[in-house]
């Protein structure tokens, strides 16, 4: 659910079930032939981060409980790495305080994340038509960007990558929901896959028209409000030249 909520006049980080999301849960799957299971790769808008800092256990959290999840229910010789897609201002329904957190609080950890592995499971097996490999091409490259200390020099690193008719667009950024919608919804490809926080941390990207409002998200950027925009175009034009 979207983390960015109006009290009072300021923006906090609580849940608002009116903000923006993306429900999509984007599921690739790879097979041995055209029938054996190799792989569950899938990418969902949402901060894994459902546990708060009093818990002291190393996990994977939500996206780490859903990967178990599918792997336990497709069996051991299909693995399912999970990626966090656009999700800068995107966080679980419920946080908690430890796995065992008062149930009275909501779902635990454990439940929010069987519950997309459930999701990623069903549409895994829905997935009928598969195609021989194709080609790997690949392009990467440092966008610059406006920052907000104009003596400041940002960039956003982008990795685009085409597998056949799917595309993959990483970012090095923490980039808010609607610059993830924004991209896919520009993307030459009917399917693409989008990861953030990959190959390093620039920082939280935010829309232009969040600034007004403030909030943790855009007062901890280093990116000027244009910012989003000049990576959301290059990273489109990036997945063109991916796919003439």
Same mark, same amino acid.
């Given at each position: 659910?979207?983390?960015r909520?109006?009290?009072?006049?300021?923006?906090e980080m609580k849940p608002?079930p009116?903000?923006?999301m993306?429900?999509?849960?984007h599921?690739l799957?790879v097979?041995?032939?055209?029938?054996q299971?190799m792989?569950?790769?899938f990418? %969902?808008?949402?901060?894994?981060?459902?546990?708060?800092?009093?818990?002291?256990?190393?996990s994977? &959290?939500?996206l780490g409980?859903?990967e178990?999840?599918?792997?336990?229910?497709?069996?051991s010789?299909?693995?399912?790495?999970?990626? /966090?897609?656009?999700?800068?201002?995107? &966080?679980?329904?419920y946080?908690?305080?430890?796995?065992?957190?008062?149930?009275? /609080?909501?779902?635990?950890?454990v439940?929010?994340?069987?519950?997309?592995g459930e999701?990623?499971?069903?549409?895994f097996?829905?997935?009928?038509?598969?195609?021989?490999?194709a080609?790997?091409?690949?392009?990467?490259?440092?966008?610059?960007?406006?920052?907000?200390?104009?003596?400041?020099?940002?960039?956003?690193?982008?990795?685009?990558?085409?597998?056949?008719?799917?595309a993959?667009?990483?970012?090095d950024?923490?980039?808010?929901? &609607?610059?993830?919608k924004?991209?896919q919804a520009r993307?030459?490809?009917?399917h693409?896959?989008?990861?953030t926080?990959?190959n390093?941390g620039?920082? %939280?990207?935010?829309?232009?028209g969040?600034?007004?409002e403030?909030? %943790?998200?855009?007062?901890?950027?280093?990116?000027?409000?244009? /910012?989003?925009?000049?990576?959301?175009?290059? /990273?489109?034009e990036m997945?063109?030249?991916?796919?003439?």
């Open positions: 659910m979207n983390r909520l109006r009290v009072n006049g300021r923006i608002n009116a903000g923006a993306d429900r999509d849960v599921v799957k097979t041995v032939g055209h029938s299971p792989a569950s790769l990418a %969902y808008a949402c901060h894994s981060r459902s546990l708060t800092s009093r818990n002291r256990q190393v994977g &959290d939500v409980i859903a178990q999840f599918v792997e336990t229910t497709l069996g010789k299909t693995i399912s790495p999970a990626f /966090a897609a656009a999700s800068g201002d995107i &966080d679980p329904r946080v908690v305080g430890t796995f065992d957190a008062d149930r009275a /609080a909501g779902p635990t950890t439940e929010q994340g069987n519950r997309l999701e990623v499971v069903r549409v097996r829905t997935i009928t038509d598969t195609s021989d490999m080609a790997i091409r690949t392009k990467a490259e440092r966008v610059a960007a406006p920052a907000k200390n104009k003596d400041q020099v940002k960039s956003v690193g982008i990795t685009a990558a085409r597998v056949g008719e799917v993959f667009l990483a970012m950024c923490e980039a808010l929901v &609607d610059v993830g924004a991209i993307s030459p490809f009917r693409t896959f989008l990861l926080n990959c390093g620039s920082g %939280y990207l935010p829309p232009a969040l600034y007004p403030g909030g %943790y998200e855009v007062e901890i950027s280093g990116f000027a409000p244009e /910012a989003a925009a000049r990576v959301v175009d290059r /990273a489109v997945l063109r030249q991916l796919r003439r």
